[in-house]
């Protein structure tokens, strides 16, 4: 049977929306600007009934010294970080900074720690309209040595990985890994079927984190069913490590796989 949707769907501004899953007639193209940020703070939190893809990150420093800033995805209060290392940016110079196309949900905030006053940020992205029959969504776990389910395809739904993008390429990675705890850790991510473990299942990948600061990504597209996982372990308990994955889910009752 052929898919109802093309498998190299992509979701961006300047792609066309027929034949997409996700219906981008109202998507924003969204820029917000960032002006001196010293310390911690939260520079964005997105509304309700929307997701934000963040696609590129401007960080430029106005000052005479190197200064650097860590940047966050905080969800329920836990904040995961989006580089693996702190971004420093030397003096009167730019760093771009592309966040592997990370979606923020509803309630999600854009935070961050700045080594000091005298950086500016100009956030890129998409600012996608939630839909009763599909959405641009994410999950995002702290990894540990227990193998722990970082998505489940919810009742109702049929979800597309590694379908998302930005700029028409589907290159983007859509698992990330970081690692920020202190030490080396290896995770691993598992695609499993219902009734699955990891003994079993199919391995996406297995990325080695060797060091502080090291992000991990994975990008190939998957089509997931109700009941279907994504699990993923460390071989660290160490506080510190993040993924996260992007995810489009589509109403199962009108897509054909």
Known sequence: MKPKYP?????????????LPVSLTNCQVFQLRVDAPNGAGTYYTVPTGYSLMIATIVISNTTAGSLSINLRQTRNGVAYRLNGHSTSVNSATQSVFNPF????????????????????????????PNSSTANVTSAVISPTTAETVLYQVPTGKVAYVGMTAVNNSISVANIVAA?????????????LRTG???????????TALTNDGNVGSFSLPLILTLGDKISVQSTSDTAGQ?????IIEVDAATTVI
């Open 179 to 191: 690692n920020n705890s202190g030490g080396a850790a290896t995770v691993t991510v598992w695609y």
């Open 101 to 128: 196309a990370r979606v923020l949900i509803a309630g999600d905030s854009l935070t961050g720690t700045a080594s000091g006053a005298g950086l500016n940020l100009i956030i890129y992205g998409y600012l996608i």
């Open 242 to 246: 993040t993924v996260a994955l992007n």
């Open 196 to 206: 699955e473990s990891s003994a079993n299942a199919y391995r996406l990948a297995t």
């Open 7 to 19: 498998i190299n769907a992509v979701i961006s501004g300047r792609a066309a929306t027929t034949g």
